[in-house]
């Protein structure tokens, strides 16, 4: 994922906020697709397993998953409340899911750990 930060522009003194600081304050990432109007609770936490901790929680984690645009995101970060628990609905990691990948290569030729991502 091209992790572009430029367009988020911020005021030089302010610090920027990253996903991992969100996380450490147990922090919901609600992302809002203005285009289709999805909407997502993600959970810092869970965010950090899979992105990069050092990126800034304002940055959009990813594309719609509807409509499958990036520019129409908006994010807002939200610190849950007491009626939030058994009520809120959290798109949660459930887990990784692995893929062998298998190829025909020569006997002898080198298999490289990204070989398999040529499809031959
Ligand atoms: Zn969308």
């Not at 304050?25 to 397993?49: E, K, M, P, T």
């Not at 050092?54 to 594309?63: C, I, K």
């Not at 798109?91 to 490289?112: A, F, H, I, Q, Y």
Request: hydrophobic fraction near 35%; charge should be positive; glycine fraction near 6%.
């Amino acid at each position: 994922m091209p992790e572009e930060y430029s367009k988020y522009h911020r005021h030089p003194a302010k610090p920027v906020r990253t996903l991992q600081h969100a996380a450490n304050d147990g922090q919901i990432i609600a992302v809002n697709c203005s285009l289709c109007r999805r909407h997502i609770n993600y959970l810092a936490s869970d965010l950090v397993q899979v992105l990069n901790p050092a990126r800034p929680v304002d940055a959009p984690p990813f594309a719609c998953s509807r409509c499958g645009k990036a520019d129409y995101m908006s994010v807002k970060v939200k610190t849950p409340s007491a009626g939030d628990y058994g009520h809120l609905v959290i798109r949660r990691l459930l887990g990784v899911r692995s893929v062998w990948e298998w190829g025909n290569r020569p006997l002898g030729d080198e298999v490289k750990p990204d070989a398999g991502r040529k499809r031959n």
